[in-house]
């Protein structure tokens, strides 16, 4: 029996791109695996090429942007970004809602840059974000960046702080909300995140970046993380990650089969809905995340009795709804609901919980 998974990620994938996956394992173009073909033989490059293709389409990507497809992971972009845009001594400013913005925020002072907060949401615990308009970015400061949506508190940014970086180029890590609605590309500087969420299997890293920000790195920034070579070389520096580009591009058509990015945003909008409602109008269950800035895609939420963790747990796992545990760090639920997640799969996660509450609690 194939379960619901509500994993942070590696997530659940749509199934139709698993079967095709599957069907064409063995013998795929001129009759052997992708996974065994040349990332140099016409046959890869044309997928490459057409998953990139697929990106720009679905996404609106402007012909004066690049995607690059990088390994490393979103981790590895955390170091990238500050060695692609500023040199040792510069300062950056750095937006805070979460655990995911605090490590990219580390990983830059890491790289020798001074990491100027401009908003902290430290005094609500993460639960909130910023208001618009009320942060400045320093003069002088190399870009603006944050996590359009943190993954262990479950917060987005409402908006896309455009104004607020005031000319800078904007830097987003979209890693848990990567094409799960439209996305205005034109607003950033820098986009990135892992594909392991929404996109495809781990390994595969998505950066759209501005062209006019590309070739401004350090001289002595590793090339693998270097996006102007990586640009140069249509991503095909070194042996890129060829099956997961592969999958990307299957789940690229899914989403443009399924109605395209404003499509999965309603859809995923309203899996999210019914289960805030759910959550809000029991007793039992609780989401500490300010209304406005509550995430579509990770949902946490406690149990009023904590002791009852381990049931809920067990009980979910025998009904087929897996991976339902909270980050290590705040402990409670999460479940994730990413692009591949099914109404199905939303409705059985609520049918269990009411149920749970009306025998346990
Ligand atoms: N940013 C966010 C928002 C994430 O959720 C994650 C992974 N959970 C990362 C960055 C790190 O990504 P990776 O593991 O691909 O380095």
């Known amino acids: 029996m194939r379960v619901h998974n509500f994993s942070a990620g590696p997530a659940q994938l749509p199934l139709p791109v698993l079967e095709q996956a599957a069907a064409e394992l063995p013998e ?15 046959d890869f490059m044309a997928c490459a090429a057409d998953a990139e293709a697929t990106m ?87 870009y603006l960046y944050y996590c359009a949506n943190e993954t262990i508190g479950g917060v987005t940014m409402p908006y ?9 180029p904007l830097v987003a890590d979209f890693s848990s909300m990567y094409l799960s609605r439209p996305l205005e590309v034109e607003s950033f500087g820098v ?8 996109l495809g299997p781990a390994g595969l890293t998505v950066v759209i970046v501005r062209e006019d920000l590309l070739g401004r790195a350090r001289p002595d920034v590793p090339l693998v993380w270097d996006w102007q070579a990586m640009a140069d070389n249509d991503s095909m520096l070194n042996t890129p ?28 909008d309203a899996q999210a809905q019914r289960l805030y409602d759910a959550i809000d109008a029991s007793g039992f269950y609780a989401n500490p995340v300010e209304k406005r800035s509550r995430s579509a895609m990770n949902i946490p939420f406690t149990l009023a009795d904590p002791a009852l963790d381990a049931e809920f747990l067990a009980g979910a796992s025998a009904a087929g709804l897996m ?30 919980m009411t149920e749970f509450e009306r025998t346990r609690a």
């Open 28 to 42: 795929w173009r001129s009759g052997m695996s992708v996974l065994e073909a040349s990332h140099r033989g016409p």
């Open 160 to 168: 896309v702080p455009a104004a607020e970086a005031a000319g800078v």
């Open 56 to 142: 720009r389409r679905l996404a609106g990507v402007p012909a004066h942007y690049r995607v690059l497809f990088l390994q490393g992971g979103a981790t590895g972009q955390f170091a990238a970004i500050p060695m692609n845009l500023t040199a040792r001594a510069d300062t950056v400013a750095f937006i805070r809602t979460g655990q995911w913005s605090r490590k990219a925020a580390v990983e830059a002072a890491r790289m020798g840059v001074e990491v100027r907060l401009v908003a902290d949401e430290a005094a609500s615990s993460y639960t909130t974000t910023p208001e618009p308009g009320s942060f400045t970015v320093p003069a002088g400061a190399k």
């Open 241 to 268: 990650p060829t099956f997961s580009i592969y999958l990307f591009g299957l789940v690229l058509h899914w989403i443009e089969d399924t109605g395209g990015l404003a499509a999965m945003g309603e859809r995923n």
């Open 191 to 198: 986009v990135f995140g892992g594909a392991q969420k929404n």
């Open 323 to 352: 991976n339902l545990k909270g980050h290590r760090s705040v402990g409670g639920m999460r479940a994730s609901l990413y692009n591949a997640m099914t109404d199905e799969g939303v409705t059985a996660l609520i049918d269990y």
